[in-house]
């Protein structure tokens, strides 16, 4: 006996409906449960000063510095090389089996726990390399953590440019890096922003990585040999030593506010983009 | 194949294609084909769906070269210079002889920077410079009384004709010497073929066009000289005239009677 049609479209609602559900229902929680302990500790002074006593007290200045520059020092460094990654594999070599076997590496690479990309960090750029625990030893592991992220999320974005852009651009005596350059990028700019995104996200909330390679030193940080803690690994060491539960969801109310403001500016730099670009 | 003793006057050969193969991988899309282009003439190349027409057409500006796998044997000349040479310089080939596509794909640009892409990348950044070329190609397109306000406007927001004509403009700001139309008019209306088709013959003056069509009726209308096409062999060349009331091969007389195709 076959079930109506009439059924199986109600049931299909119903179930892709309680789906999306459930996942809206549980993110609000989440947020809603760090917001409600976390925002009555947040303050002014919990903003603009340093931390004491091991951030029993104070603020967490020197930790919102580092969440903010360490991802940027990664970013700076992941995507000139991821972007121009994804170039080569599109635009400049056809598809065969070297390409095949980078493009699974990177997957591989993608799917590799953060822990591993911290040891192999503290192995290389702290010890070897002799660079110790500093934000450069820290925004160099996370460039590389992120790296994967931003090649295939730039490759997708890069194939999607119609392919009679490069035609014509090609029929109008562009050369092959003319065309990237002035066609291919800027038209797949919006998936590569998708990438840089994805990859800001993961470094801010990465603690693994970070602990092992940028330290966790309360300082303000001077230059790109100091050592940095950033807010995701603050609140982990405030939770994990029970040093001060307050201040460690006041510093993930924080760490959520800015995730929330980078996602905007983001969104607001991409309009104005395409705005301008289609003006 | 009919001689081109034929036409009405004497006329300078731009283009020469001289016994052409290509292959896609192991299939021949193209066997030892013929195509003498004249200068200041319109050259249609007329037949079904995958005769190799479109391809033909491709290789007189090496826009092949794109696709993996191509291999191409034979001769294809611009004014006596290899194409396929070691010393053709791909760039100024695909300047001298540019292309207008089936589809108008404009880029998501402003109607400005369109028509001025093929300069900027040549190098031209003059803005005065820029100006008159942009006003010049748009004259030249029919498009400037109805866009001189809208130079700033978005490209891809243009009625599709407008679209196919700036594709044009485009295409005469870098000042080719032939011009070569893939089904130009496919995607437009009859008014918007009427249009393209009117512009076509204007420029016929200054430019060598090759346009590669399935509407036989334009063929009849537009060109000089058609050469019909059948699996990758170019079956008959030759007048318009004459290959549109006496064909000389039954297999175009059945195509162009619609008994084929």
Same mark, same amino acid.
């Given at each position: 006996?076959?079930?109506?049609?009439?059924?199986?479209?109600?049931l299909?609602?119903?179930?892709?409906?309680?789906?999306?559900?459930?996942?809206?229902v549980?993110?609000?929680?989440?947020?809603?449960?760090?917001?409600?302990?976390?925002?009555?500790?947040?303050?002014?002074?919990? =903003?603009?000063t340093?931390?004491?006593?091991?951030?029993?007290?104070g603020?967490?200045?020197?930790?919102?510095?580092?969440?903010? =520059?360490?991802?940027?020092?990664?970013?700076?460094?992941?995507?000139?090389?991821?972007?121009?990654?994804?170039? #080569?594999?599109?635009?400049?070599? %056809?598809?065969?089996?070297?390409?095949?076997?980078?493009?699974?590496?990177?997957?591989?690479?993608?799917?590799?726990?953060?822990?591993?990309?911290?040891?192999?960090?503290?192995i290389?750029?702290?010890?070897?390399?002799?660079?110790?625990?500093?934000m450069l030893?820290?925004?160099l592991?996370?460039?590389?953590?992120?790296?994967?992220?931003?090649?295939?999320?730039?490759?997708?974005?890069?194939?999607?440019v119609?392919?009679?852009y490069?035609?014509?651009?090609?029929?109008?005596?562009?050369?092959?890096?003319?065309?990237?350059?002035?066609?291919?990028?800027?038209?797949?700019?919006?998936?590569?922003?998708?990438?840089?995104?994805?990859?800001?996200?993961?470094?801010?909330?990465?603690?693994?990585?970070v602990?092992?390679?940028?330290?966790?030193?309360?300082m303000?940080?001077?230059?790109?040999?100091?050592?940095?803690?950033?807010?995701?690994?603050h609140?982990?060491? =405030?939770? %994990?030593?029970?040093?001060?539960?307050?201040?460690? #969801?006041?510093?993930?109310?924080?760490?959520?506010?800015?995730?929330?403001?980078?996602? =905007?500016?983001?969104y607001?730099?991409?309009?104005?983009?395409?705005?301008?670009?289609?003006? | 194949?009919n001689s081109?003793?034929?036409?009405?006057?004497?006329?300078t /050969?731009?283009?020469?294609?001289?016994?052409?193969?290509?292959? !896609?991988?192991?299939?021949q899309?193209?066997? $030892?084909? +013929?195509?003498?282009?004249?200068?200041?003439?319109?050259?249609?190349?007329?037949?079904?769906?995958?005769?190799g027409?479109?391809?033909?057409?491709?290789?007189?500006?090496?826009?092949?070269?794109?696709?993996?796998?191509?291999?191409?044997? @034979?001769?294809?000349?611009?004014? +006596?210079? &290899?194409?396929?040479?070691?010393?053709?310089?791909?760039?100024?080939?695909? *300047?001298?002889?540019g292309?207008?596509?089936?589809?108008?794909? &404009?880029?998501?640009?402003?109607?400005?920077?369109?028509?001025?892409?093929?300069?900027?990348?040549? @190098?031209?950044?003059?803005?005065?410079?820029?100006q008159?070329?942009?006003?010049r190609?748009?004259?030249?397109?029919?498009?400037?009384?109805?866009? *001189?306000?809208?130079?700033?406007?978005?490209?891809?927001? /243009?009625?599709?004709?407008?679209?196919?004509?700036?594709?044009?403009?485009?295409?005469?700001?870098?000042?080719?010497?032939?011009?070569?139309?893939?089904? &130009?008019?496919?995607?437009?209306?009859?008014?918007?073929? @009427?249009?393209?088709?009117?512009?076509?013959?204007?420029?016929?003056?200054?430019?060598?066009?090759?346009?590669? $069509?399935?509407?036989?009726?334009?063929?009849?209308?537009?060109?000089?000289?058609? @050469? !019909?096409?059948?699996?990758? +062999?170019?079956?008959?060349?030759?007048?318009?005239?004459?290959?549109?009331?006496?064909?000389?091969?039954?297999?175009?007389?059945?195509?162009?009677?619609?008994? !084929?195709?």
């Open positions: 006996m076959r079930v109506s049609p009439k059924i199986t479209q109600a299909a609602v119903i179930l892709l409906g309680a789906a999306t559900l459930l996942t809206v549980v993110l609000v929680l989440i947020i809603a449960f760090v917001l409600k302990r976390g925002v009555p500790e947040i303050s002014w002074e919990f =903003l603009s340093k931390p004491r006593e091991m951030g029993k007290a603020g967490i200045l020197p930790t919102i510095l580092g969440t903010v =520059l360490l991802p940027l020092l990664a970013i700076a460094i992941a995507l000139p090389m991821g972007v121009g990654t994804a170039v #080569y594999l599109t635009e400049y070599t %056809r598809e065969n089996r070297i390409t095949k076997i980078i493009r699974f590496g990177t997957d591989c690479l993608a799917g590799i726990p953060s822990i591993i990309f911290g040891l192999f960090g503290y290389f750029f702290v010890t070897m390399l002799g660079m110790g625990w500093s030893s820290g925004g592991t996370l460039a590389i953590m992120i790296l994967p992220t931003i090649i295939r999320t730039s490759e997708e974005a890069i194939r999607s119609p392919q009679a490069r035609e014509v651009s090609c029929s109008l005596a562009a050369t092959n890096w003319e065309t990237v350059y002035k066609v291919v990028l800027p038209n797949a700019l919006p998936g590569i922003m998708t990438g840089v995104m994805l990859g800001i996200g993961r470094s801010i909330g990465e603690t693994a990585a602990i092992f390679t940028a330290g966790s030193s309360l303000m940080p001077n230059s790109l040999n100091d050592s940095v803690r950033t807010m995701s690994v609140f982990y060491l =405030l939770a %994990r030593e029970g040093i001060s539960t307050e201040k460690a #969801y006041a510093t993930a109310a924080v760490l959520v506010f800015a995730v929330l403001l980078v996602n =905007l500016i983001a607001w730099m991409m309009n104005r983009f395409i705005a301008k670009r289609s003006r | 194949m081109l003793s034929a036409s009405k006057t004497p006329n /050969l731009r283009m020469t294609v001289r016994d052409l193969n290509l292959f !896609y991988g192991n299939f899309a193209l066997k $030892t084909v +013929d195509l003498p282009v004249q200068a200041n003439r319109i050259t249609a190349l007329i037949g079904p769906s995958g005769c027409k479109s391809t033909l057409l491709r290789c007189l500006n090496r826009m092949n070269d794109l696709i993996p796998g191509v291999k191409v044997t @034979g001769e294809v000349l611009l004014d +006596d210079q &290899p194409v396929y040479g070691s010393g053709m310089d791909v760039c100024l080939l695909r *300047k001298r002889v292309m207008v596509f089936q589809r108008p794909n &404009p880029f998501p640009l402003s109607v400005r920077d369109n028509v001025t892409f093929g300069l900027r990348v040549a @190098g031209v950044f003059r803005q005065n410079q820029l008159e070329i942009v006003e190609s748009l004259r030249a397109a029919w498009l400037w009384d109805q866009l *001189k306000d809208h130079l700033d406007s978005p490209a891809l927001a /243009l009625p599709m004709d407008q679209q196919q004509r700036l594709c044009v403009a485009r295409l005469l700001a870098v000042e080719p010497e032939v011009i070569l139309m893939d089904e &130009p008019c496919s995607a437009l209306d009859p008014i918007a073929t @009427g249009k393209i088709e009117d512009l076509m013959m204007e420029l016929r003056e200054r430019y060598t066009i090759v346009i590669v $069509t399935h509407n036989m009726q334009q063929a009849a209308r537009i060109s000089d000289v058609s @050469g !019909y096409m059948l699996l990758g +062999d170019m079956i008959e060349f030759g007048p318009t005239d004459s290959i549109f009331t006496n064909p000389a091969d039954k297999r175009t007389q059945d195509y162009i009677s619609g008994r !084929y195709g």
